[in-house]
């Protein structure tokens, strides 16, 4: 309020609280400015991934590729229409949620979607899964069971791995195709559904049916309208998406706060081929949420070396990764001879007390992932 109030140290004194005060505003602002963006940059990056999903009107569908954008324009045109749809690929690669979206949008989207697992049934009890059974039927029917075909009236019925259905059953479910009508397991009485079939399979049905394994005016019914999953290795574009999606499916499940993908963790990421497909890389983004403790996710690269990287390493590790091969060459060809066996004493059965797995001591469920992954097909020898 008057003149020369401050003397030269006080002036001194502000000017250096007024340097540390500017300091400290300019961080504040830069820091807000930072937390902005950073905020910014999140909701642009789950709009995209919204705008992906809407854009393509499929929530449950992760990715925009060239390849799967193709495979969902087929679901869009075969979807209003109450055609069969036979979807093929390879296993891992999502075929249920395929089935699901033909399904959604569909005008049946208000009815049940009724699904089925053709190989996880044993084959005596597979007719009442699909047709159902009357009180009396076989031993063990204690009471009336609805079939999948009657439970999916009006809506959708969806078959996994069609092509483990033995041929005895295949013409029962070509009629059901054709005229729509069945009987229950001990009934007489004709009984109509108006299901729609979605079938899928990882094998390849035509090679199946030159070798008399799949009934051909079945398998020309069921190819109505073939719609190809791509594999993961054909949509590398698509794997940022499925593990940010992923990692944060799973940060939730656990608890976690995972902030950070490092680069050369994606990269590997997207060299790796992926033999496994979606499925096995939601496992490996699972178990790498799991051990992760801090805001960064932690993969073992290790475990994801690419096919054709012998190149980029030495002599030394070249020599080690073909004894490797060599020995795991070894040990298959040893399982294979002796699943054989087994299936050869069996008669070529592979569940229940006289079956293979009996004989070798192992789940039904786990000796056919064996024997899918040792290329080894049942052989069923006639009289």
Not at 133 to 138: D, I, M, N, P, V
Request: glycine share 6%; with cysteine.
């Amino acid at each position: 309020m008057q003149d020369n109030a401050f003397s030269q140290e006080d002036v001194a004194f502000l000017s250096q609280v007024a340097k540390q005060v500017a300091i400290a505003v300019e961080n504040a602002v830069a820091y807000g400015q930072i937390s902005d963006l950073k905020d910014k940059l999140a909701q642009e990056k789950l709009y995209l991934e919204d705008e992906i999903r809407s854009e393509l009107n499929f929530e449950e569908i992760v990715g925009k590729s060239e390849a799967l954008r193709h495979a969902l324009k087929q679901v869009e045109t075969v979807a209003p229409t109450d055609s069969t749809v036979l979807i093929y690929g390879e296993t891992g690669t999502g075929k249920e949620l395929i089935a699901r979206a033909v399904h959604n949008l569909s005008s049946r989207t208000s009815n049940a979607f009724v699904k089925l697992n053709c190989a996880a049934i044993p084959t005596g009890l597979l007719e009442s899964e699909l047709f159902g059974h009357e009180k009396g039927a076989f031993t063990g029917a204690i009471t009336q069971r609805t079939g999948r075909f009657e439970l999916a009236n009006r809506g959708t019925v969806f078959l996994d791995e069609i092509g483990e259905i033995p041929l005895e059953l295949q013409p029962k479910l070509l009629r059901v195709l054709q005229e729509r009508e069945f009987e229950r397991l001990g009934s007489s009485r004709t009984l109509r559904t108006d299901a729609r079939l979605i079938a899928a399979t990882n094998r390849d049905l035509a090679a199946m049916v030159e070798e008399q394994k799949f009934r051909s005016d079945l398998y020309y019914r069921l190819n109505v309208f073939p719609i190809r999953v791509p594999p993961l290795r054909e949509r590398p574009e698509d794997i940022p998406l499925l593990v940010r999606h992923f990692v944060q499916q799973f940060s939730r499940r656990t608890n976690r706060n995972i902030e950070t993908i490092p680069s050369e963790t994606m990269n590997a990421l997207v060299r790796y081929h992926w033999p496994g497909n979606i499925r096995e890389l939601q496992n490996v983004i699972e178990r790498a949420v799991i051990v992760s403790t801090g805001p960064v996710l932690k993969v073992p690269i290790g475990d994801l070396k690419p096919r054709g990287s012998a190149k980029d390493t030495d002599n030394g590790d070249v020599l080690e990764s073909q004894g490797a091969r060599n020995i795991r060459g070894i040990l298959q060809d040893a399982e294979r001879k002796q699943i054989l066996s087994a299936l050869e004493q069996s008669n070529w059965i592979v569940a229940g007390p006289n079956g293979a797995a009996a004989v070798l001591g192992m789940k039904r469920s786990t000796l056919q992932s064996r024997m899918q992954k040792l290329g080894i097909r049942i052989s069923r020898t006639t009289n």
